[in-house]
């Protein structure tokens, strides 16, 4: 692939001789004077917040978390989550699969405007491999790398350990981004990234400021340089009900989701052509599932044929359309599989779905003497519809024959209950992947690093199809892969899929010009807050 942009430095040299030129003619240049009406500061209420700014070793959610728009990479994504260029113009991939040459564009900075070039890459690249320096989600995406080869300022090729024909994928901005070398000693504090917005302030669980960066690289269709907006003021709301008050009473110019028992009655009474507001239905932001947890007990992959028993026992119990119904109020979709039908990856076919039968759940329980075997249904504190399934869930298991409990807790100390393997099923999500390896290699994965920490899920046809997608670039082939791996997975409940997580975002009509992603990201190339502005 290759792709060309123009970029700002070079487009306000034109734009200024053109100026220049405009005002010994008595007037401004046309195209400057409409750039100069785009702007103003966008107040956005998100789900979350960080827990921390240094975006190595915590995970900027790229589509919650308010400094996401600080945020750029080798490569980006567009409106309907593919890969573009982004700091690499372009790429290039070795014959056997094991080299990838990149390009990069030239002019482009840094916040503090130190240049980005090769070297700085290189050393992102292997602060994020390093374990002490961080997280394993983000350090997952590089576990390929082999080494990295600077040629000279504008391009670098980075060795991998294997052929993999998909490598390009880990290489975007979420969660691989850089930041400046030399800010380093700041980056707890004031970090130092390459977006589009550049950081100004953070009070955890208040406020987050960035404001735009003047030299950012990319351009509008006009050649305008992007983003329009002056700053973006973030403000993390948990609470649904919280999050959309504040939109009704102008505190905030626009929700990145409101509550699926909200959404119909608000689109319905407040928008259209007589309405104050906009709404963008997103109809799959992530998969929502239930992961059980293997590495001992009941349930665990040590257990075998008896654990495999326990496993399908608790997925019989699951009541799919009730939980569409009562948690997502038939907004959502219910998944057998980890893509929604509104996906390029979704996939026919896939088998060995366990359909809703208690009574089966309660036989199998009989057949192992194992009636009112302890389960700890738990959930992560941030998000209703996790906490809202896994009571559903709950009820499921005792009217199954469990002895379940459920409780809710924040996200360090649930980390904990994973390393310890102190849970048995826990309602969560995972936020979409434009590419499947994402989602497979992670979670599914014996080696991945979700795997080992969360479930301790295991079954060597699955790696070994997981792996060998690695090796095609034709969707339909590895769509066939991916196909059995679900059906494996299905098969021995090492998760249970149960829904699509759709969002509806809604801003006052005043915000111009921004459309999210298919999947929810608010800042992508070309488009969503790069492309926004205030009228008036």
Aim: hydrophobic share 35%; charged share 25%; aromatic share 10%.
């Amino acid at each position: 692939m290759a792709e060309t942009f123009t970029t700002r430095r070079d487009f306000l040299k034109s734009t200024g001789a053109v100026a220049a030129a405009g005002i010994a003619a008595g007037g401004l240049n046309a195209a400057v004077q409409a750039q100069s009406k785009k702007g103003g500061t966008l107040r956005f209420a998100t789900r979350v917040d960080g827990r921390g700014l240094d975006p190595h070793r915590n995970i900027i959610y790229y589509v919650s978390n308010p400094l996401a728009p600080t945020s750029m990479g080798l490569l980006d994504i567009n409106l309907q989550m593919e890969i573009t260029p982004g700091i690499a113009e372009s790429y290039e991939i070795s014959k056997d699969m094991k080299s990838y040459t990149y390009k990069l564009r030239k002019g482009v900075e840094y916040h503090n405007g130190r240049d980005v070039d090769a070297e700085s890459v290189k050393w992102n690249y292997e602060r994020i491999m390093n374990p002490k320096t961080s997280h394993a989600f983000t350090r997952a995406s590089l576990q390929a790398v082999e080494s990295i080869k600077v040629h000279d300022k504008h391009s670098l090729t980075i060795n991998l350990k294997a052929p993999n024909a998909i490598f390009a994928s880990n290489t975007v901005w979420y969660p691989v981004n850089l930041i400046a070398p030399d800010s380093v000693d700041q980056v707890d504090t004031h970090p130092i990234g390459c977006g589009p917005f550049k950081f100004k302030s953070w009070k955890r669980y208040a406020k987050t400021e960035i404001v735009r960066f003047e030299n950012y690289f990319e351009t509008d269709a006009q050649g305008n340089p992007l983003p329009y907006l002056d700053a973006i003021d973030g403000y993390p709301k948990k609470e649904d009900k919280v999050r959309l008050t504040a939109l009704r009473t102008d505190e905030v110019d626009m929700i990145e989701n409101m509550s699926y028992a909200d959404a119909p009655e608000f689109i319905k009474k407040y928008t259209g052509s007589g309405g104050e507001y906009n709404t963008w239905g997103i109809p799959q932001v992530g998969t929502g599932y239930l992961a059980v947890q293997m590495k001992k007990g009941p349930m665990a992959m040590s257990k075998g044929k008896d654990g495999k028993l326990m496993r399908q026992a608790l997925a019989h119990a699951i009541d799919r359309e009730a939980i569409h119904h009562a948690v997502f109020n038939g907004l959502s979709e219910e998944l057998t599989g980890f893509y929604a039908s509104t996906s390029p990856w979704h996939m026919e076919g896939i088998k060995n779905v366990k359909e809703y039968d208690p009574e089966k759940s309660r036989h199998i329980l009989r057949k192992l003497k194992a009636e009112g075997t302890r389960l700890e249904v738990v959930a992560r504190d941030t998000y209703q519809y996790m906490r809202n399934t896994a009571e559903l869930v709950h009820s499921m298991l005792l009217d199954a024959g469990f002895k379940a409990t459920n409780e809710v807790f924040d996200n360090p100390v649930l980390r904990k209950k994973y390393d310890k393997g102190d849970y048995g099923v826990d309602s969560t999500a995972n936020s979409y992947r434009f590419e499947p390896d994402g989602w497979y290699a992670r979670n599914v994965l014996s080696t991945g690093s979700s795997t080992m920490k969360r479930t301790g899920y295991k079954n060597e046809r699955a790696d070994k199809l997981i792996m060998e997608a690695r090796q095609h670039t034709d969707i339909n082939k590895r769509k066939e892969l991916y196909t059995e791996v679900e059906s494996i997975l299905n098969d021995d409940c090492g998760l249970i899929y149960t829904h699509c997580i759709p969002l509806t975002s809604a801003a006052h009509k005043r915000v111009k010009g921004y459309q999210p992603a298919i999947a929810g990201p608010p800042s992508t190339r070309g488009a969503g807050v790069r492309t926004a502005y205030i009228e008036g």
